[in-house]
């Protein structure tokens, strides 16, 4: 068990539709990352937070955004679904982030996404 | 460009056998390195990370790393497999001129038989 926290495990809904998925880091990690696994792109970085500010921009779409709040959990909003947004949704958590120390990721269990 | 390869997307391997899981990786720089493990419907585990000093870096369930700068590997190894190895493998880079994001390569699936 990494500490990293994410829900549901799994969400179904349709196309056109809006879902959020949410993530509680490690305690004490100041960062949250955001990546999507899926067959055809692999394992792809979508975005970063730092203490509640966002820190690096992926290959993330204008469809999809995200927020870190005060008490550090995060948020990725997910609007308009396509088909092609089945995937499975990674949150990552670590110490700093800021870009100064190499510090480790930690992630969580994952959020299946299916959009019907 | 930089990035990050795993040219094998299966291996097999008898219990017992050596294990080596290969990535090399393309960048101008020093960069920052990572083995995670995935099992079915879970996460991604860390195993070690490269980040400087010694080349050969030891990690988690047995798990060693050699780092060469020369090749521009990061090759995983373990000397003896177990059956509970089986899994997906995935090496990740992160470059200094890239913030703090990790890119991955495409994942190795491991496929150790009794």
């Known amino acids: 068990d990494s500490g990293v926290t994410q829900t549901p495990k799994h969400l179904i809904t349709a196309t056109g539709q809006r879902v959020t998925l949410r993530c509680s880091p490690r305690s004490g990690d100041l960062s949250v990352y955001w990546y999507q696994q899926s067959l055809d792109q692999g394992l792809q970085f979508l975005i970063q937070y730092y203490n509640g500010e966002e820190r690096a921009k992926g290959n993330i779409l204008e469809r999809f955004s995200a927020q870190q709040f005060p008490d550090l959990h995060s948020e990725l909003n997910l609007s308009s679904l396509e088909l092609g947004d089945s995937a499975l949704y990674f949150c990552a958590s670590s110490v700093d982030g800021a870009g100064v120390m190499p510090d480790t990721q930690y992630f969580g269990p994952g959020t299946r996404l299916t959009v019907l | 460009a930089q990035s990050v390869a795993q040219p094998e997307d299966q291996v097999n391997v008898a219990e017992g056998n050596p294990l080596t899981v290969k990535c090399t990786y393309s960048v101008s720089g020093n960069p920052y390195l990572f083995w995670y493990v995935q099992y079915p419907n879970r996460g991604l585990q860390f195993l070690l990370k490269?980040?400087?000093?010694?080349?050969l870096v030891k990690g988690s369930y047995g798990f060693e790393a050699e780092f060469n700068k020369s090749q521009t590997s990061f090759h995983l190894k373990k000397p003896s497999a177990l059956v509970s190895d089986s899994a997906l493998y995935f090496c990740?880079?992160?470059?200094?001129?890239?913030?703090?994001?990790?890119?991955f390569g495409g994942g190795t699936r491991v496929l150790v038989k009794p």
């Open positions: 990740a880079v992160r470059f200094m001129a890239a913030g703090n994001k990790l890119t």
């Open positions: 490269y980040i400087t000093g010694d080349n």
